[in-house]
């Protein structure tokens, strides 16, 4: 008792020394204030961030490691705060130090947290993170953090970025190249940016040192469906393209046949043993009449029974599982997916190959001999002199249609010791068409009659992919959900639907509709408010920052009949809207013919996202189309 009661005492001592000096001084407090003056909403700015980077040869001479060194300065200019800091490594890096210091250089001691990754409570073997759990605990309060992060192999070695997620006031990237070692820094997104540079030769050694520095950036903003930073931010490529040990100049990623080199190396020390699918692949293919269906029931089946379960950003791993592994498991990431389906393929008799490729989310093409130019796995299938892109993440994907993140993407084909570069095709809008046509009668001031829709493309595979998600013993409200957008006042019954497995054939669902509270009267007039969707009304972008990208391109068309009641004559429709840019286009019009009203919209998101140059008048369009939505029909007793 004694002993713990002197350790208390001692422990008390300790933090009441290291809490000396760690308080902010007056000018901190005043910088907090006009930093949040500027920033508005952020809680925390990093004063100043240098990350020093350095390079040296591996041991034996087989490859060059990277060290990173980050050192930031963070202020709360908030009244109080809460973060979390946190770095991501794999088992081809290393985290040496990761640390929280107070002001005067004393040790902050938050607990830092190592873990697997996860997402959606799966695991994702090789990817790790480690965190810590920061509190300001006043306006002013600052702390001093360190990183020092090794990257065993340059090659997973492939970007630095300015922008962190909170404003910056200054960073500088300090990188000392031996002579030893070529590597390119490739610029992206400077332009617009006062980005100053510099180069000089090292005090020691034979090597020059780079200087990159960057003032008063804002934080990356918190928007969901922007592009990838490598379109928005300014950033640096680090190109490692060889280096010379002992006389001998080793080739890294000197061009793009490097790239493809390293990744076939990979692919070559696989343990496929693909007579693990055999009578898989007779069961799927025995009934089959055409080549295209054995293709489909390949292709399909290992849509609807792997699950993807891979981090896509990672860098965590290149090298496909084996084939059997990701079959017998029923899980795998994108690359044993898409080895699966080629050994599956393959063993029906066709041309299948693996086919690297960088989603959207990336800037970037194959003409760069970088990791960081791709992010994704396909299969490309060879047949009667098309190809054929597969990817079987992409759940409920019809055969020949792909997803709009790989869409006009450049593809790197395995070809045996060469490769084949091509571009995803394509699709226009319309290959997503979307149709919702209802026709209604009055009855007792509510609005009844039947609705129907029907879906394509990427807007049946989006519908398809969220239903068959959905527990079999919810499915039935989910339906009903979906159908009614959640308004209590519309009831559906008698739903017929098209079959709702099938990606091939558009989908279809029918039903008959009520909605109250949609019809008022008053003395001879009566007044009718067919706007029970709003389609398009929320998107609103005043206050964003970035481009908005939508899952897919849309075409969406909706066709609203209202008979008209006998003794009725129509004496006011609301005027029409037309809106036509290069990007998108909006019509909504109201007319008459004989004893009925026609209310059509049409919507058009020509190539899937509205630029953030085009707010404006995207904006317009919307306030307009809103003002659209709260008029009525005006009907007056004749």
């Known amino acids: 008792m004694k002993r713990f009661t002197l350790f208390l005492f001692a422990l008390t001592l300790q933090t009441v020394y290291a809490q000396k000096n760690i308080d902010p001084t007056p000018e901190d407090i005043a910088t907090a204030k006009k930093l949040r003056e500027k920033y508005g909403k952020d809680d925390v700015a990093i004063l100043e961030a240098t990350e020093t980077i350095t390079f040296e040869l591996a041991k034996k001479n087989e490859g060059v490691s990277v060290t990173k060194n980050v050192k930031e300065k963070l202020m709360n200019i908030g009244h109080r705060a809460d973060i979390q800091k946190a770095e991501f490594y794999d088992s081809e890096s290393e985290i040496q130090e990761f640390s929280m210091k107070f002001r005067n250089e004393k040790a902050a001691y938050f607990e830092v947290k190592d873990e697997f990754y996860k997402s959606d409570d799966l695991f994702y073997n090789d990817y790790r993170v480690k965190y810590?759990?920061?509190?300001?605990?006043?306006?002013?309060?600052?702390?001093?953090?360190?990183?020092?992060?090794?990257?065993?192999d340059i090659k997973y070695f492939t970007s630095l970025y300015f922008h962190d997620a909170y404003p910056t006031l200054k960073k500088e990237f300090v990188i000392t190249v031996p002579d030893w070692l070529e590597v390119e820094f490739k610029e992206f997104n400077f332009a617009g940016y006062a980005v100053r540079k510099s180069q000089k030769p090292a005090a020691k050694g034979k090597a020059t040192v780079y200087t990159f520095s960057l003032e008063n950036m804002d934080g990356f903003p918190k928007?969901?469906?922007?592009?990838?930073?490598?379109?928005?931010?300014?950033?640096?490529?680090?190109?490692?393209?060889?280096?010379?040990?002992?006389?001998?100049?080793?080739?890294?990623?000197?061009?793009?046949?490097?790239?493809?080199?390293?990744?076939?190396?990979?692919?070559?020390?696989?343990?496929?043993?693909?007579?693990?699918?055999?009578?898989?692949?007779?069961?799927?293919?025995?009934?089959?009449?055409?080549?295209?269906?054995?293709?489909?029931?390949?292709?399909?089946?290992?849509?609807?029974?792997?699950?993807?379960?891979?981090?896509?950003?990672?860098?965590?791993?290149?090298?496909?599982?084996?084939?059997?592994?990701?079959?017998?498991?029923?899980?795998?990431?994108?690359?044993?997916?898409?080895?699966?389906?080629?050994?599956?393929?393959?063993?029906?008799?066709?041309?299948?190959?693996?086919?690297?490729?960088?989603?959207?989310?990336?800037?970037?093409?194959?003409?760069?001999?970088?990791?960081?130019?791709?992010?994704?796995?396909?299969?490309?299938?060879?047949?009667?002199?098309?190809?054929?892109?597969?990817?079987?993440?992409?759940?409920?994907?019809?055969?020949?249609?792909?997803?709009?993140?790989?869409?006009?993407?450049?593809?790197?084909?395995?070809?045996?010791?060469?490769?084949?570069?091509?571009?995803?095709?394509?699709?226009?809008?319309?290959?997503?068409?979307?149709?919702?046509?209802?026709?209604?009668?009055?009855?007792?001031?509510a609005l009844t009659g039947k609705i129907s829709s029907s879906m394509k493309g990427e807007s049946r595979a989006y519908f398809l992919y969220g239903y068959n998600n959905t527990k079999n013993d919810k499915k039935e409200n989910a339906l009903q959900y979906y159908i009614s957008r959640g308004d209590k006042n519309f009831s559906v019954s008698n739903i017929v639907t098209s079959d709702l497995t099938n990606r091939d054939k558009t989908l279809t669902i029918e039903y008959n509709a009520g909605i109250r509270n949609r019809v008022s009267s008053f003395d001879n007039e009566m007044y009718i408010d067919l706007d029970y969707l709003e389609e398009f009304a929320g998107y609103d972008f005043k206050e964003r920052k970035t481009d908005y990208e939508f899952s897919f391109k849309k075409d969406y068309e909706s066709n609203i009949t209202l008979e008209i009641p006998a003794g009725y004559t129509v004496t006011r429709l609301p005027e029409p809207l037309t809106v036509s840019t290069d990007d998108y286009a909006i019509n909504v019009s109201y007319t008459k013919s004989g004893n009925t009203i026609l209310y059509k919209k049409h919507f058009i998101i020509k190539n899937g996202a509205i630029k953030k140059a085009d707010f404006t008048n995207w904006n317009a369009a919307i306030a307009g189309l809103k003002n659209l939505y709260s008029e009525t029909i005006t009907l007056t007793k004749q």
């Open 223 to 445: 928007e969901d469906s922007s592009p990838g930073p490598s379109y928005l931010y300014p950033h640096i490529l680090v190109i490692a393209r060889s280096y010379t040990a002992e006389g001998k100049k080793n080739t890294l990623f000197s061009a793009t046949g490097d790239l493809y080199k390293w990744y076939k190396s990979l692919v070559d020390t696989m343990d496929e043993k693909p007579e693990a699918m055999k009578e898989k692949v007779k069961e799927l293919t025995a009934n089959a009449k055409t080549d295209e269906e054995k293709i489909k029931n390949i292709y399909y089946w290992v849509q609807d029974n792997i699950r993807y379960i891979a981090f896509e950003d990672g860098l965590a791993g290149f090298r496909p599982d084996a084939s059997q592994n990701v079959f017998q498991k029923r899980y795998g990431d994108c690359k044993g997916m898409a080895n699966l389906t080629r050994q599956m393929l393959k063993l029906a008799g066709y041309d299948a190959r693996l086919t690297w490729i960088g989603t959207k989310r990336i800037a970037y093409n194959y003409t760069i001999p970088s990791l960081g130019v791709d992010n994704h796995m396909i299969c490309t299938l060879f047949k009667d002199g098309k190809k054929y892109f597969l990817d079987g993440t992409e759940k409920y994907n019809s055969f020949g249609e792909y997803a709009e993140r790989i869409q006009g993407k450049e593809v790197m084909i395995e070809d045996g010791e060469k490769f084949i570069i091509e571009k995803v095709p394509v699709a226009a809008a319309s290959a997503n068409k979307e149709i919702y046509n209802a026709s209604f009668k009055i009855d007792n001031e």
């Open 132 to 152: 810590m759990n920061v509190d300001f605990p006043v306006q002013g309060y600052t702390y001093n953090y360190e990183l020092n992060k090794k990257y065993n």
